[in-house]
């Protein structure tokens, strides 16, 4: 549940012109607050201008290494974004909640296993994390990774990917898709079926792959799974994790009524009305109860929560698999109650 500790950030580096990553300092006494599994994130606290603001943001560290490190590209208009690469500094304190996520890999020392990426951009945060944590724990390994931006440029961890493959050769193979820029080694365009068969069936024919890692845009996701099941891999061989959604909302029918909800936070029980216009994390928030939330786009976990009775909708989800919906799982920045009574609880997740 929402536990925003205050650290002291250790070090901004700049890695591309649009992006920095974060080191910060955790005592001691805070290590186990931020104990993490390689691929997860933290979500991040802070008033900018009067207004709080959550994000989440990818670890890019491996548990390995014992730091704390974060990546953030700038984009246009993200107030913290903008901030976290013009003006954030050494020094500086941010509000940390503690690491979570399930596009994770735990490597296994005893392991021999095959692992391919298809990254995009600053989709490759989690990914570099997953990929040191197998290069250091589990040396039976190796990882084929697909990446794909603008320029060489605009490449985040480029020159950290190129030591690593220098430092673990043989195990780990890194291909670049620039899409506006032809460089030698590297192949132009967009991550494709192309792509995906040029990789699978010409570079890497002989390898079997164990794990398939997506991180990016739901295009490119979307058509990446569609080639993998063309190709017989099993969905649960399949993980992924959305940075930015194109979904289209699905509209709910009759949510003119009104629902008595009962929310679980944090081993504490409210009972209230709620209109069912209302997603539940709006409505459990205008009740002052601390539901946790980063997004409110539905594209992180970080709102998980579980139904155990009455109904409720999701206008979009991106996320969840159809068994972990019929377990009663919400993202509940996009659900609605659509029963008259709901039990809604945000520990049983």
């Excluded at 901030?83 to 890999?105: H, R, S």
């Excluded at 620039?178 to 494709?192: C, H, M, P, T, W």
């Amino acid at each position: 549940m929402p536990s925003f500790l205050k650290l002291i950030i250790k070090e901004v580096r700049r890695e591309t012109k649009d992006a920095v990553s974060i080191l910060f300092n955790v005592p001691e006494e805070l290590k186990p607050n931020y104990t993490f599994i390689a691929g997860q994130y933290v979500n991040i606290r802070l008033t900018l201008d009067g207004q709080e603001i959550r994000r989440a943001y990818s670890i890019c560290s491996s548990p390995e290494s014992g730091e704390l490190r974060i990546a953030v590209k700038a984009v246009k208009n993200g107030a913290f974004s903008q901030f976290a690469n013009t003006k954030l500094k050494a020094g500086d304190a941010l509000e940390v909640n503690k690491p979570e996520g399930k596009f994770i890999l735990e490597p296994e020392i005893e392991k021999q296993k095959n692992y391919v990426a298809f990254v995009s951009g600053s989709g490759i945060t989690p990914v570099i994390s997953i990929i040191k944590s197998v290069l250091k724990s589990e040396p039976k390994s190796s990882f084929v990774l697909v990446y794909g931006n603008k320029t060489a440029e605009e490449t985040i961890f480029n020159n950290e990917l190129h030591d690593l493959q220098l430092q673990y050769v043989g195990r780990l193979f890194p291909h670049y898709i620039y899409s506006q820029a032809k460089v030698e080694n590297a192949l132009f365009g967009r991550i494709d079926k192309s792509t995906v068969n040029f990789v699978l069936n010409n570079k890497h024919k002989e390898l079997e792959f164990d794990k398939f890692y997506l991180c990016g845009p739901e295009e490119m996701i979307e058509l990446v799974t569609g080639v993998l099941k063309e190709k017989n891999v099993k969905e649960s061989a399949i993980k992924f994790e959305l940075f930015t959604s194109s979904s289209h909302e699905n509209v709910i029918k009759d949510l003119g009524g009104h629902s008595k909800i009962t929310i679980m936070v944090d081993d504490e029980e409210t009972t209230f009305e709620m209109s069912q216009k209302q997603t539940i994390l709006e409505a459990a928030l205008k009740q002052g109860i601390d539901a946790p939330y980063s997004c409110q786009g539905g594209i992180c976990s970080s709102c998980l929560c579980r139904v155990t009775s009455g109904t409720a909708e999701m206008t979009k989800n991106s996320i969840l698999t159809d068994k972990e919906i019929a377990d009663g799982l919400i993202l509940s920045c996009q659900a609605h109650p659509t029963s008259e009574t709901i039990y809604v609880d945000y520990d049983d997740v």
